[in-house]
């Protein structure tokens, strides 16, 4: 099983819908949880950051947070054409000693 | 803002070259990494530091070596290139505490190896 797991996708939405995108992780004791976007040919960027279970909202997007399901999502509202990118879910184990990714997933916002 | 800077954004190496990537942070971060990425395989961890002359393996370490002589550098070499070498490689950096400190990424290093 692989620590930090997403859906490679595709995934297309249309535009103004709402996107959804999940992740899973195998460390139970994981503290901290990360979004980043990345554009093709480019370097990832941080969107969101959550540390405690709920949501955390900002802007259109909000993640979402369950460590009793080991589970993170990213909800994208009123989603735009320039979503369309790789996004990727990082997480910091509870060795705190590395940031692991997921290999991302393809988001496409269709017209 | 956080800058990290790569100074090689485009190189093509010949098989056996040695190769430095050069990854310069502005922020005093304490934390530096080396990570390459591949379609398909995502971001793989090649080596970090959390100090000068410290350095720890990460999950592909194979093949590389890591220099941290100053704070804000960190060079990632390519001892003898090869084709498998071929990737785009991401340096990044955070500072202390890295429960909640963001990872900050460099523009990326287009490397093929011929």
């Known amino acids: 099983q692989k620590e930090v797991e997403q859906n490679s996708g595709p995934l297309s939405v249309p535009e103004g819908a709402i996107a959804s995108l999940n992740c899973t992780y195998s460390?139970?004791?994981?503290?901290?949880f990360f979004w980043y976007r990345q554009y093709s040919g480019k370097s990832p960027e941080l969107i969101m950051s959550i540390y405690s279970n709920g949501d955390k909202e900002d802007g259109r997007f909000t993640a979402q947070l369950n460590k009793a399901s080991q589970y993170v999502s990213l909800l994208i509202r009123d989603s735009q054409p320039s979503d369309s990118a790789t996004y990727l879910c990082?997480?910091?184990?509870?060795?705190?000693?590395?940031?692991?990714f997921g290999s991302g997933t393809r988001l496409s916002i269709r017209p | 803002d956080v800058k990290v800077t790569q100074s090689s954004r485009y190189l093509v190496k010949r098989t056996g070259e040695k190769v430095f990537l050069e990854c310069v942070q502005d922020m005093d971060h304490e934390n530096m990494f080396w990570y390459r990425q591949d379609p398909g395989l995502g971001l793989r961890l090649i080596y970090f530091s959390y100090d000068v002359k410290m350095k720890e393996k990460g999950d592909i370490p194979e093949g590389y070596s890591v220099s941290r002589e100053k704070k804000e550098r960190f060079s990632l070499i390519l001892e003898s290139a090869s084709t498998n070498q071929t990737s785009m490689y991401l340096c990044a950096s955070s500072s202390q505490g890295i429960w909640e400190n963001t990872i900050y990424f460099g523009e990326g290093s287009w490397l093929t190896v011929v």
């Open positions: 460390d139970r004791g994981s503290q901290s």
């Open positions: 990082a997480v910091i184990g509870s060795s705190a000693s590395k940031i692991i």
